[in-house]
């Protein structure tokens, strides 16, 4: 039986990057991983890295390659009513920004990372269960490489994401779901394209909702409204560029450059956390424990706070027995976990057609939009909130 001060359960950015800041702290972890290792670092996911979750990488040793190859976007725009209004991201936080790097490099650095310090990933690692989270050994066992596997720590985090088993294992009598099935899902596209911008474009359409991203000055990532159970065999690649050009809809100012697809897929829109995130010695981290609407763009650096938090409890821990931070954990990340999935739903409802939409509410919508880029005390709030909170909130 293998031992190890801290189990993590998947190699996600938020697995990977507890493991990195244990590591810092000389704490002991082992991380276990479903997956391939290609998979995991193929796999396109977000993109839009806040102010914090930037500084926490490159603060750790592991964003030399984010600085540069990482797009910094000190700006973005709402499109609406055919105009486009730029909200000045950093003037209105005094100096915040985000940085457009995809989550699969992120991946790629923290996986490199710990590696090359002999720390240890055990990928395709699959039959995954937890014995005992409440006692003060609990046990990892799992199947790898056709070996059963049983490892004996002080604690799991659960790193897993919304699909992991881990979440499973919380007493049903303690767990509280609380969960929202939006009325609409986005179709995304990498293309081989040069983005229509230099920052990030939020549409709202009367076709519905569109947003122009990018992964690189030569690669697009767009998204566009589509039905919840629209099928990707009904959208053609002509259909999709056409589709994107007239939600675009900001008169003769821009234009798209239309490219290969190299690859498009279909998520549904989903709001959901779990309370506590903590139970005896298991903690949850990451999409285990929340979703919130990509349209904030909230996914991955809630994530990154979480594991910042987690780090310190588990750190105040091994240095001094105090339990303080630990027992605390759930509460601490809920505060923030709840202010993002506010700001994203609200980010979501007022760009977003719905299938209830009449046109009072279709006027709401606009006012709201109107107000955010007229008002600086309302883009200051949104400019807050997008590029984030302080960790302290």
């Not at 244990?22 to 890295?49: C, F, P, T």
């Not at 310190?312 to 105090?322: D, N, V």
Request: with cysteine; hydrophobic share 40%; proline share 4%.
């Amino acid at each position: 039986m293998t031992q190890t001060q801290v189990a993590i359960v998947g190699a996600g950015p938020a697995g990977l990057l507890l493991a990195h800041l244990l590591d810092m702290q000389n704490i002991d972890s082992i991380v276990i991983e479903k997956h391939s290792r290609d998979h995991i670092e193929s796999r396109v996911r977000a993109g839009v890295l806040e102010q914090g979750t930037v500084d926490t990488l490159v603060d750790s040793g592991v964003g030399e390659r984010l600085k540069r190859e990482g797009l910094v976007h000190h700006g973005l725009e709402l499109s609406f009513e055919g105009r486009r209004h730029r909200l000045d991201l950093h003037e209105l936080t005094g100096g915040r920004a985000i940085t457009v790097y995809g989550q699969q490099e992120v991946i790629k650095d923290l996986i490199k990372a710990r590696l090359d310090k002999g720390g240890q990933i055990l990928f395709e690692a699959g039959d995954v269960s937890i014995d005992d989270p409440v006692s003060n050994k609990p046990s990892i066992r799992f199947r790898h490489n056709d070996e059963l596997i049983s490892i004996t720590c002080d604690f799991v985090a659960g790193c897993d994401g919304f699909h992991g088993i881990t979440r499973s294992w919380i007493g049903r009598d303690v767990l509280t779901i609380y969960e929202q099935t939006w009325p609409f899902s986005w179709l995304g596209i990498l293309a081989k394209s040069k983005p229509p911008s230099s920052e990030l474009i939020y549409c709202n359409h009367s076709r519905g909702f569109a947003l122009f991203s990018m992964r690189s000055p030569e690669i697009t990532r767009l998204y566009v409204q589509c039905e919840p159970d629209d099928d990707l065999d009904e959208w053609p690649d002509e259909r999709i560029w056409e589709e994107l050009e007239m939600r675009l809809g900001a008169g003769d100012s821009i234009r798209l450059n239309e490219g290969p697809i190299l690859q498009k897929g279909i998520s549904s829109m989903r709001s959901f956390v779990v309370e506590p995130l903590q139970y005896g010695r298991l903690f949850l981290a990451g999409d285990a424990a929340h979703i919130v609407p990509a349209t904030g763009a909230k996914g991955m650096n809630l994530a990154v706070a979480d594991v910042r938090i987690l780090a310190r409890a588990l750190s105040e821990y091994y240095s001094s027995g105090g339990t303080e931070l630990l027992d605390g954990y759930s509460d601490a990340c809920l505060r923030r976990v709840w202010r993002a999935e506010q700001f994203s739903s609200g980010m979501t409802a007022v760009l977003h057609r719905f299938p209830d939409s009449t046109p009072f509410k279709r006027r709401l919508q606009l006012a709201e939009l109107d107000y955010i880029t007229s008002s600086r005390a309302a883009s200051k709030v949104f400019a807050e909130n997008y590029t984030g909170l302080p960790f302290d909130y």
